[in-house]
């Protein structure tokens, strides 16, 4: 496992993440808590997000072969979502957390779908292929870590970038995900053009 495998799964992780854009909505739903309260809503969040990802990590390409879904037709449709998906990052005004239990915000929405939602859970199964079980699992454990950090420290994070900077960084991480996405429709296609030939 070399470190330029770690890293080259980390990048498309941490950019279909986007923990800093998360930050903004981890606070409104944690607006309210104790200190205490709020650790334990992002230890929640933070195995749950590591639960799920793990399953799809080691679990995904059986799936795969159970449904007869080759590597091609997820890379395509997984582009779709990640496009989908930044283009509504890039479009959306805000994020709204209503009518939530405040006993399972770090289930969900939190752990899932924010943390391990479709970007990240899709960029696992195809990295797994493209660097290898190892340093994928590494990078996304580094995720992981990162989101409990930016949690842990978000009021500092929000006071430092303020609101219209929360903005920015999020549309910008918007942005490089379409690119990524559009990379992994864009290798499909290669793909199933290759096994027609």
């Known amino acids: ?6 890293f080259l799964a980390f990048v498309p992780l941490l950019v279909a993440s986007d923990p800093i854009g998360a930050v903004p909505v981890y606070v409104a739903l944690t607006e309210g808590l104790s200190p205490e309260e709020r650790r334990r809503v992002t230890r929640q969040s933070l195995v749950t997000a590591a639960v799920v990802g793990a399953v799809f990590l080691f679990g995904g ?8 879904i080759t590597v091609e037709d997820f890379k395509i449709a997984g582009g779709l979502v990640l496009l989908v998906l930044a283009i509504l990052e890039l479009v959306r005004e805000e994020r709204r957390a209503e009518h939530l239990e405040q006993a399972m915000v770090g289930v969900v929405p939190l752990g899932v779908p924010l943390i391990s939602g479709p970007a990240v859970l899709t960029t696992l199964i ?42 920015a960084l999020s549309k910008v991480t918007a942005l490089i995900l379409a690119a990524i996405a559009v990379m992994m429709i864009r290798i499909g296609i290669q793909g199933m053009a290759a096994h027609v030939r």
Request: no cysteine; net charge positive.
């Open 1 to 6: 496992m070399s470190l330029e495998s770690v």
């Open 61 to 68: 390409r059986p799936l795969f072969n159970l449904l007869n």
């Open 126 to 167: 195809i990295l797994k292929d493209q660097q290898g079980l190892g340093p994928t699992g590494v990078a996304f454990l580094a995720i992981v870590v990162i989101v409990g950090l930016a949690f842990s420290y978000a009021d500092v994070l929000l006071r430092v970038l303020g609101p219209a900077g929360t903005k």
